[in-house]
Structures are given as C-alpha cells and as structure tokens.
C-alpha cells in the first residue's frame, strides 16, 4: 500500500509539473509538447483547436480590464513555472503594468510553506492548487473563496471542475480553464498487424461503446509464448476510476456542495464490474499496473488511456516509429452522453491575501490566456491532423475530474479496491467492505481544520 501511494504521488507531482501551468493540467497546452516538437522535429503548423467561426472566438474571450489600486501580485507554486507559465504571466503584467513575484517551493512541503506564510502576516495573493489537495486547502484555511471577485459564469472558466472538485459549500475556492482530455491512445501499426479494426475507425461509426471496447482489447491480447500467460495486453491505465467516469458517476459525488460517498450507485458497480471482467476474466489489461507507458512503448500493450498528447511527445522524442491514434475511452451504458476525464490544475486565492482584487484579475487573465493556447493548439504541433482532429472533437465534450482524486489517502483506498478486483473478488461485497475506509477518508479531510 506504502508503494502505491509513492507511485500515485510521484505522477500526480510529475503531471502538474509539466502540464499545470499553461492550459491548467492534462498535457492541454503543457511545455512538455512544445518540448517534443524541439525534440523530434515533428511540426504540423498552426492548426486552431477552435475557430472563429465556431462556438468560441479566441479573439472575444476574456475579461474587461477592471480598476487596481495594486496591481502587483504575489503568486505561489509548489513547482517552477514553464516557459508556457511564464509567457501567460507576462501577459497579465501587460495588461495591467503589474510585477507578478513569483514564489515556489518544493512539492512536499507546500502545505506547511504556504500555512507558514499565511500565519506569519505574509500571505501571498494567488495560490496554485492541484485538484489532489482539494478540499483540504479550503478546509485549512490557506484559501478564501474567490465568491463575488470575478464573473463565475465566464465562458473561460471550465463549469464542471470549478462547480465540482473546487468547491465546497456552495463556495468556489479555485477556478480552472479548459485543457485536452485524457483519451486513450492506441498502437495503429499492432491493430494492423493484427487484422483488428482500430477504436477510432469504430467511433466515427457510432459503433465505440463498452461492449466493442472489452472486444476489442480481447482480440488485442495475446499469449505469444504459449505458456497460459497473456504476453501482449489490449489495454492499460492507471487511472482506473475512468470506468466509473465514462459511466457518468463517481465514488463521491457532491450534493448541495457538500461531498457524499456513493459506493451504492449501480452505474459504480457497472463500471467496476467492466474492469473486473476485461482484467480478471478476459485477461486484456496489463497486469503491471503501473507501467503502462513501458508496456506501449515496448509494444506489449495495444491501448492506453492517459494524457494522449502529452504521451506521444514522450514516445516521439524516444524514437517510437508505430503509428498512435487516438480516441475517446467509450461512454458508459447509464452515461447519456460522451464524458470525458481531464485534470486541470486550479488557481484560487491565499488565505487573508491584502490584494484580493488583485488577485482576481490575475487569476482571470492566466487563464484566459491558458485557454487561448488551448484554442490556438501551439502545443500540439506535434500531433498529426488526424490525432489533433480527434483531440480537438473531444474538447467540444464534457470533460470532468473525478472526486477520487480528491480528500486524502481516498484514492489510495479505491486502488486498494481495484486490486481486489483483479484477484476477482466481487464488486458488490468489496465495495461494501471498503465504504467505511472510504467514509473515514472524507471525514478526516473535512475534520483537518488547520
């Protein structure tokens, strides 16, 4: 259990760093895709995720300039800020001919930097706040609502996460932009090889659901050496709760902005029970749960669901030659439409900040310019047309952050569920075994005043 939450930290820290803070998360509009496109050569050109032609005018969106007595602000990160950052900070300071101070310290001790500020008169005006430490910022008191400072119903503003994973009793403590989702990617060149119809080939036919999917890493699978172990896997994650996402639910699931534990929703069982059935019955997702980027680089696993933009720069400045494609994971059964994962990083307000104002419009125009390199897709020139057209369908779609990810160790519990399930035990008793584990997690994050 110790392992896994080492693991789980080591990626949650190494995703923010290289993706947070230029689109907010998910490899939307990280530096880390401009860095392969230096690295591999590979530059498709300006190619706009959204035109002006379409719902969104990047030339329209944004806030009016607001009156500042101080438009000097003092921004904490518990990471160093990426070129894409800094170009998005810099924008700020045009705009309102501000100095932005920008104040980092090490992942592990920001909770205890930042509450040392706070309490010693010095608190800084703009805090970053991944959406794991949600909502313990709030709950020990290093944040202030953001309430009444900026227009929440901006078209900037991504609904789902600030109404979800960012708030709490009614009260918005960070707000995030928009960023590509998590999808799953796919070796085109094995589906080739194989005689298997590809997933996207599947999805532009309306026929990419959960049934074609679990058929679909079967016929993926494989025991190359005949010794009664699968060799070759359809599939791998480590995000395991996507199954119960795509299925439109979660194991926690806010109800009049308070959090309530939702172990008996059967869309969860539905979606638990998918991956028991592809991992424990069918033997098509890797049993290697973490090295799901080893397995596909080393063409041992044929679909991936992660970061998918950020992935493939990582495999194209290794060399990786397969054809990738890309595709939504599947909506579940009880979804009512395609929802997507995304984990962009939110931004909010320090605790007793002297310059709230200030603050706020910061906040709005980092985003705003986060948002415009999303549309712009200047991070994705390493993504060829069929990968960015893909990409850029699924930004058109709701994409939300699963609350697993948030209050404490509760994700570590959930893993602890999902590695039952891979030695088939049913999901049904498990769940309930594991509901008060998973209770005491909510309760003692909302109990951890500071």
Known sequence: MKKRFRVFSALCCLLLAVSALSGCGGGGAGESSSAGNASTGKDYGDRPLVSGSEEVDPAKIGFEKRELENPNVKLFLPYEPTDAAKGQIAKYEEKYGGKVDVITCSWDVRITRLAQMIQSGDSPDVVSVVYSDMPTFAVKSLLDPIDGLTDLENTVYHQESNNGIYSLNGKHYALTTFSAPYAIFFNRTMFKKAAVTPPDELYKEGNWNWETFRQTALDMSEDTDSDGVNDIYGFATWRDDI??????????????????????????????????DMFYTDHSIQKEHWEWYEGFRDRKVAMVFEGADWQISRLQAEGFSDEIGIVPFPAGPDAGEQINYVANTGFGLAKDTANPQGGAAFIEEFLTAGYQNVIAGSAMKHLDDEQFGMIKSMLGQKSVISLTTAYGDFSTKFFGITDELRDGKPVG??????????????????????
Not at 254 to 273: I, R
Not at 430 to 444: G, V, W
Request: no cysteine; net charge negative.
């Open 429 to 450: 008793t498990t769940l309930e075994r594991y509901a008060p584990e998973l209770q005491a997690e909510i309760d003692k994050v909302l109990n951890a005043a500071g």
């Open 243 to 276: 199954f119960l996402t795509a299925n439109g639910t979660d194991l926690i699931k806010m109800e009049d902005g308070y959090p309530l534990l939702n172990v008996t929703d059967s869309k969860v069982a539905k979606g638990l029970q998918l991956f028991q």
